[in-house]
């Protein structure tokens, strides 16, 4: 349940913030090290604007937060 909450915090952050990266797909399998996973569109761009880089750290800590 807590994997769960946790991805889903990942996701939800991502569709709140407008600078932030589409997710594509969340897993609940684990995988590895890791409990689950929420891929996101992503960018080939080298360089990130403030914005699109604190807006990755909303997400990021959205799953630690949603727990």
Do not use: C, N, Q
Not at 1 to 17: C, N, Y
Not at 39 to 52: I, K, L, N, P, Q
Request: charged fraction near 20%; avoid cysteine.
């Amino acid at each position: 349940r807590i994997t769960a909450w946790h991805e889903a915090g990942h996701a939800v952050a991502a569709m709140l913030i407008a600078d932030a990266e589409d997710p594509v797909a969340v897993s609940l399998t684990p995988r590895g090290p890791a409990g689950g996973v929420t891929w996101m569109a992503g960018s080939d761009d080298v360089y990130m604007t403030r914005d699109e880089g604190f807006a990755r750290l909303v997400v990021m800590l959205g799953g630690r937060v949603a727990e």
